[in-house]
């Protein structure tokens, strides 16, 4: 892991214990990395986790579909880490599937519903095929589809930034990747087999109008206002004109790609702005924008004011205004 140090269960506090306990009863295997990023704090841990219970590990949706979904937003999101993982699960259901995403291929997946959701997964910052359901999903899939949709992308952003490029951190000299993978198979399709089980609260919070897409399954739409309201209430240390001048670029923007000129974009706009948070704009905007950018002097340069727990924060305070950005043309 790079860049923060992912506390233990002896060493977190008890909701930390708690939530790990949880994830080690529900999942096989050890930790994974993706809940070990958010550690350092627990709340923040706790909200993700249910996240992930109530979009990905729960809910009519096949796992197979959501996988589909996560391959194909991980690949826009160009998030290798995420994507291997995916395509690796996909084949559990079918081998095509797995083939279809590694060589590009997406004509090789033969159901045309799962063929369809592949496409739309792929163009999630095209708004226009966003907001076209019949060029993705049936409506009775809506929430548990864009869910998974937001989940990844979320994910994604803060996998890219403090975690490396593999699953299995390994060269694939001698076939030695591909003999772990192998191992790890056992454990891998138990995992794509799991499915938990829901308990339904007795209340639950209005949701926002950005929250419309969760209106058919209220525990996938309290969880994400949950993770929004906390982020916005940790991320209090940020002037409101940093968050002000960050959130006019994120909500101008239309998807699309910053490409090569992604570095001289960024520097320009810190230079029109009068701030002494550039330090912390670089990160938002790196984080929003192309976190796999995101680099070992632009995260010194934010440390060197700010500490591991603010830089969790302010990753994810990003990725969640690019999930409500996305939400935003639908």
Same mark, same amino acid.
């Given at each position: 892991?790079?860049?923060?140090?992912p506390k #233990?269960?002896k060493?977190?506090?008890?909701?930390?214990?708690e939530?790990?306990q949880e994830?080690?009863? #529900?999942?096989?295997?050890?930790i &994974?990395p993706?809940?070990k990023i958010?550690?350092?704090d =627990?709340?923040?841990?706790s909200?993700?986790?249910?996240i992930?219970?109530?979009t990905y590990f729960?809910?009519?949706?096949s796992r197979?579909?959501?996988?589909?979904?996560?391959a194909g937003v991980s690949?826009a999101?160009?998030c290798?880490?995420?994507?291997? !993982?995916?395509t690796?699960l996909?084949?559990?259901e079918?081998?095509?599937l797995k083939? &279809?995403?590694?060589?590009?291929n997406?004509?090789l997946?033969?159901?045309p519903?799962t063929?369809? /959701?592949?496409?739309? #997964?792929l163009n999630i910052y095209?708004?226009n095929?966003?907001k076209?359901?019949s060029?993705?999903y049936n409506?009775?899939?809506?929430t548990?589809?864009i869910g998974?949709?937001?989940m990844?992308?979320?994910?994604?952003?803060?996998? +890219?930034?403090f975690l490396?490029?593999s699953v299995?951190?390994l060269?694939?000299? @001698?076939?030695?990747?591909?003999?772990?993978w192998k191992? &790890?198979?056992p454990?891998?399709?138990?995992?794509?087999n799991?499915?938990?089980?829901?308990?339904?609260?007795?209340?639950?919070?209005?949701l926002?109008?950005?929250?419309?897409?969760?209106d058919?399954d209220?525990?996938?739409g309290?969880s994400f206002? +949950?993770?929004y309201e906390?982020l916005?209430?940790?991320s209090?240390?940020l002037s409101?004109s940093?968050?002000?001048?960050?959130?006019?670029k994120i909500? %101008?923007? +239309?998807?699309? !790609?910053?490409? /090569?000129?992604? +570095?001289?974009?960024?520097a320009?706009?810190?230079k029109?702005?009068?701030t002494?948070d550039k330090?912390?704009?670089n990160?938002?905007?790196k984080?929003?924008?192309?976190?796999?950018t995101?680099?070992?002097k632009d995260?010194?340069? @934010?440390l !060197?004011?700010h500490?591991? %727990?603010?830089l969790?924060?302010v990753? #994810?305070? =990003? &990725?969640?205004?690019?999930?409500?950005r996305?939400s =935003?043309?639908?």
């Amino acid at each position: 892991m790079k860049y923060i140090n992912p506390k #233990s269960s002896k060493k977190g506090d008890q909701l930390l214990k708690e939530v790990y306990q949880e994830i080690k009863s #529900s999942l096989p295997g050890p930790i &994974a990395p993706p809940y070990k990023i958010h550690s350092i704090d =627990s709340k923040l841990l706790s909200i993700y986790w249910d996240i992930n219970k109530f979009t990905y590990f729960s809910g009519d949706l096949s796992r197979t579909l959501k996988d589909v979904v996560a391959a194909g937003v991980s690949d826009a999101n160009e998030c290798p880490f995420c994507y291997e !993982s995916h395509t690796e699960l996909l084949q559990f259901e079918n081998k095509e599937l797995k083939q &279809a995403f590694r060589t590009k291929n997406l004509d090789l997946i033969k159901d045309p519903y799962t063929k369809k /959701l592949a496409k739309y #997964s792929l163009n999630i910052y095209n708004p226009n095929i966003l907001k076209n359901e019949s060029l993705g999903y049936n409506q009775e899939d809506k929430t548990e589809i864009i869910g998974t949709v937001l989940m990844f992308t979320y994910t994604n952003i803060l996998t +890219n930034i403090f975690l490396y490029e593999s699953v299995i951190p390994l060269p694939n000299r @001698f076939g030695l990747r591909n003999l772990m993978w192998k191992m &790890a198979t056992p454990m891998m399709k138990k995992a794509f087999n799991i499915k938990l089980e829901r308990v339904d609260k007795e209340e639950y919070n209005e949701l926002p109008n950005t929250l419309e897409w969760a209106d058919q399954d209220l525990l996938i739409g309290n969880s994400f206002n +949950n993770l929004y309201e906390y982020l916005e209430k940790e991320s209090s240390f940020l002037s409101d004109s940093t968050k002000e001048i960050a959130l006019q670029k994120i909500n %101008s923007w +239309n998807g699309e !790609s910053l490409g /090569l000129q992604l +570095n001289a974009t960024i520097a320009q706009w810190l230079k029109e702005c009068e701030t002494k948070d550039k330090d912390v704009l670089n990160i938002i905007y790196k984080s929003c924008f192309a976190s796999y950018t995101m680099g070992e002097k632009d995260i010194n340069s @934010f440390l !060197s004011n700010h500490n591991e %727990s603010q830089l969790l924060i302010v990753v #994810s305070w =990003s &990725a969640a205004q690019i999930c409500q950005r996305i939400s =935003s043309w639908l």
